[in-house]
């Protein structure tokens, strides 16, 4: 089963600084088809004016995982992290036993990011903040963060979850085939380009949720910037 999300049909907001689209429910969002997938609670795609970004406000109990598309973001947090994570570079929060932080676009463009919550299957845990550079290029999809036994001991960002994110460019005509486990689903976005997933066709920034797919493969119809997540189903 692939059920594309089609980006003019997500959820949106907008104020004078944000302008972001919800893949799932948030906010003033509502609907009983998008709350969540899986472990996969938020995907937002936001998009922040210069010199604006996020006061400090608290969270809890969440995995948060921010990949900049464009731009960068500044983060700084009650625990006394202060950092900047550039585009193609992702950074994870675990927010545990609670953590207030913000975060700002301090660059004189706009910033683009996919913000992705994932529910953690370890509770009171301490709270943290990490961030990493992850090499250009290369080929198929990295794995930038995960808390899936098969990552460990790589250079992925841990993750309190049984999940895992991971991104990648294809090049026009380029394909990838990745395996979903029994058990497990997936949820992708074109991040940028056109793609189609086992022949289902996505333009971009549309999603796709996933399930019952034992086998995914993946096509770029143009140069495509892809990001997955793979959440226990």
């Known amino acids: 089963m692939i059920d594309p999300r089609p980006f003019d ?16 429910n ?7 088809d998008r709350a969540g997938f899986g ?20 969270h809890r109990e969440m995995e948060i995982v921010t990949y900049v598309r464009d731009g960068a973001i500044t983060h700084r947090d009650s625990l ?35 913000q992705i919550w994932i529910h953690p299957d370890r509770a009171r845990v301490a709270p943290g903040w990490e961030t990493r550079q992850f090499p250009r290029g290369g080929e198929g999809l990295a794995v930038l963060a995960s808390g899936r036994a098969a990552d460990s001991g ?9 999940a895992a994110v991971l991104a990648g460019t294809l090049e026009a ?20 380009g056109a793609v189609t997933v086992n022949g289902v066709a996505l333009g971009t920034r549309d999603g796709a949720a996933i399930r019952d797919e034992p086998r995914l493969a993946i096509v770029a ?13």
Not at 44 to 56: K, L, Q, R, S, V
Not at 224 to 230: A, N, Q, R, T
């Open 9 to 24: 049909r997500l959820g949106r907001f907008r104020n004078a600084w944000l302008n972001a689209r919800h893949h799932f």
């Open 26 to 32: 948030f906010g003033a969002y509502r609907d009983p």
């Open 39 to 58: 472990r996969l609670l938020v995907w937002n795609d936001d998009e922040i004016a210069p010199g604006t970004g996020f006061d400090p406000h608290p």
């Open 80 to 114: 006394g992290n202060e950092g900047r994570t550039e585009a193609g570079d992702v950074q994870v929060m675990h927010a545990g036993t609670g953590i207030v932080h913000a975060e700002y676009n301090r660059e004189a463009t706009p910033t683009r990011l996919f």
């Open 154 to 162: 790589g250079s992925a960002l841990p993750l309190y979850a049984d």
């Open 173 to 192: 005509g380029q394909s990838v085939e990745l395996a979903l486990e029994p058990g497990r689903a997936a949820y992708l976005v074109a991040a940028s």
């Open 221 to 233: 119809r143009e140069r495509s910037e892809l990001v997955l997540v793979d959440v226990a189903a």
